[in-house]
């Protein structure tokens, strides 16, 4: 757990940030400019603030009052950037061994061999970096930064210049390393759909400012509804390869099929969805003859609505988001706790190996 109380006044820029993260994966999410990146930093300790506090584990790293300073280099503290960083002149095995050979064997938690394994990178440890993909880079900047066996894992933005396949599969990865190594992680971002995919919890912040705490969905699009500009929503998840036909493939993800184009995968193949929430088509009652082949019932959560845009939250087993506007809601008079049928075509369901 990570508590803190930072105050940072610098001429083009303040933050004023309190809080305290569990040992889940805490999303800290806002506009560009928001100060989320000076936060990670400050925790990180390549940014010393103005006065305030940051302790971990019950460790004091900064306190502007007792003039406790703990150099970055002791924190235990992991740190992924959204491009990487890789040392260009050494192979992946020696970028992940890097840390980790400057431990004391007493301070190894976790071997870079299993590390390297449970990412993927196993075939790639001989490779330079400029042999590597831009998801494989960020593979391999995650397990260096897990070699040097944190207390604590950042991740500043590190799927922002990735496509929409690579990131769907670095979520599914970081998911992995969170259940295995039980590795608290703080995950910045400006995504909505990354922030809902893969955090418990979230903070929002606004010019410097915590503008709220909670879970992802609740905090992050009552927020966009409530006017802040972000990106459209994207129902990211983890599924698996079921039947397939010469033109449609079903996708199991939980307890809920969902039938896709046809993919060329074998049975049982792990996967990742992605589904816009605005190609979703909510009805209050079950739609006939139709040509869409997911026809999904569920009940609504949660809404979200203000002026013009509304997202409603459906479970159907899996949680998924649905974007519409303030005239169908009314017009269809949906409410919490009703029972709806999300429609959508096989043809909006993208697939991506996990």
């Known amino acids: 757990m990570i508590s803190f109380d930072i105050q940072l006044n610098r001429p083009e820029f303040s933050l004023s940030a309190k809080g ?5 994966i805490t999303a800290v999410f806002g506009p560009s400019g928001a100060g989320k990146s000076s936060l990670l930093n400050c925790l ?12 971990l584990g019950g460790t004091t790293l900064y306190s502007g009052s007792r003039g406790v300073w703990v150099s970055p280099e002791k924190r235990r503290i992991g740190t992924v950037y959204q491009d990487g960083a890789l040392f260009p002149h050494l192979s992946v095995r020696k ?5 980790w050979k400057l431990l004391q064997e007493d301070q190894r938690r976790l071997d870079p061999v299993e590390i390297a394994d449970l990412l993927g990178l196993t075939y790639l440890l001989h490779r330079p970096p400029n042999e590597l993909s831009g998801g494989e880079r960020q593979r391999v900047a995650i397990a260096r930064a897990l070699a040097t066996s944190p207390a604590l894992l950042l991740l500043d933005e590190p799927l922002a210049s990735l496509d929409a396949a690579r990131r769907g599969s670095i979520l599914n990865y970081l998911k992995r390393v969170h259940t295995e190594f039980n590795m608290p992680m703080i995950y910045v971002s400006h995504s909505v759909s990354e922030v809902v995919s893969i955090a418990s919890s979230a903070m929002l912040l ?3 400012v915590v503008k709220g705490f909670d879970r992802p969905s609740a905090l992050l699009l009552g927020a966009a509804s409530a006017g802040d500009e972000f990106e459209s929503f994207d129902n990211i998840l983890d599924g698996v390869i079921g039947d397939s036909t010469d033109h449609l493939t079903t996708v199991i993800v939980g307890d809920v099929n ?28 079950e739609p006939k003859n139709l040509s869409a082949r997911n026809i999904l019932k569920g009940i609504v959560s949660e809404i979200w609505s203000n002026t013009g ?3 409603t939250e459906i479970d159907i087993g899996e949680k998924f988001i649905v974007e519409l506007t303030e005239n169908a809601l009314n017009d269809l008079g949906i409410a919490v706790g009703q029972n709806v049928f999300l429609v959508f075509k096989s043809s909006s369901v993208d697939v991506y190996d996990a």
């Open 258 to 285: 969902i039938s896709t184009r046809h993919q060329n995968k074998n049975l049982g193949d792990r996967v990742v969805v992605s589904l816009g929430a605005n190609q979703i088509i909510l009805a209050s009652s």
């Open 309 to 311: 845009k509304v997202f």
């Open 44 to 55: 990180a300790g390549s940014i010393k603030p103005s006065d305030g506090s940051v302790t």
């Open 95 to 99: 970028n992940i061994e890097f840390g």
């Open 206 to 208: 606004k010019d410097g």
């Open 20 to 24: 305290e993260f569990d040992d889940g």
